[in-house]
């Protein structure tokens, strides 16, 4: 049974404190995708990859946050130094796209709800 | 203006009824247009997706799109109390490279 794993699930941090988020796409899928999801602003892109290269961070605060992707099974990311308003659900997906053209299906990971205090 | 628009809701319908989604949307380039499902505290999940003016159906979902006027809709037949959830409007093509969503609207099918 093919899933997204993202760790951890929960994560409860102190302002100014580093955060990691690790996600592990679907074996085989070429893109990947980072979301951030409020009650306020909904389902926003932070960051996109295809075939291991970012392709599109412009939704990502670029002095505090980070995404990468060490190898085909793992895709990080970072929050240092974490403040209380990033506080959110952060979504993983994976997906295949064989062309470099926008759409096709995604499938969400569990997210990891993260609580800055 | 949003790039794309869901009615909020919350939406409620009684079992069995039709409950009819609606997104409306800004740009003309769009393309690919997605229904998404989110119970709550879950990941959403893809329930259908359309790219051809009309309509699409499968099992009892059937997705709708009117690309002269920018209107994409899902509506669910015979609804369940399990279809209570938010519903995602998504999109791409044209200035979205790729998955703009919606706010979601919020429905609920009371017993």
């Known amino acids: 049974d093919a899933r997204v794993t993202q760790t951890p699930r929960h994560k409860v941090t102190e302002m100014g404190q580093e955060v990691t988020m690790r996600c592990q796409p679907i074996?085989?899928?070429?893109?990947v995708f980072w979301y951030r999801q409020t009650m306020m602003q909904g389902l926003e892109l932070l960051a996109y990859f295809r075939n291991r290269a970012p392709l599109d961070d412009s939704g990502m605060p670029k002095d505090r946050f980070s995404a990468e992707m060490p190898d085909a099974t793992l895709a990080t990311l970072k929050i240092q130094p974490s403040e209380p308003r990033d506080s959110a659900v952060y979504f993983c997906?994976?997906?295949?796209?064989?062309?470099?053209?926008?759409?096709?299906?995604?499938?969400f990971g569990p997210g990891t709800r993260l609580t800055v205090l | 203006q949003k790039e794309v628009e869901q009615n909020s809701g919350p939406l409620s319908v009684p079992e069995g009824a039709i409950a009819s989604l609606n997104c409306t949307y800004s740009?003309?380039?769009?393309?690919?247009f997605f229904w998404y499902r989110q119970y709550s505290g879950k990941s959403p999940e893809l329930i259908m997706f359309i790219y051809s003016n009309g309509d699409k159906e499968d099992g009892r979902f059937t997705a709708q799109l009117n690309k002269a006027s920018q209107y994409v809709s899902l509506l669910i037949r015979d609804s369940q109390p399990s279809d209570s959830a938010t519903y995602l409007c998504a999109l791409t093509g044209g200035s979205a490279r790729q998955l703009t969503f919606g706010s979601g609207t919020q429905l609920t099918v009371l017993p």
């Open positions: 074996l085989g899928h070429n893109t």
């Open positions: 740009d003309r380039g769009s393309q690919s």
């Open positions: 997906a994976s997906g295949f796209n064989p062309l470099a053209e926008p759409g096709g299906e995604q499938f």
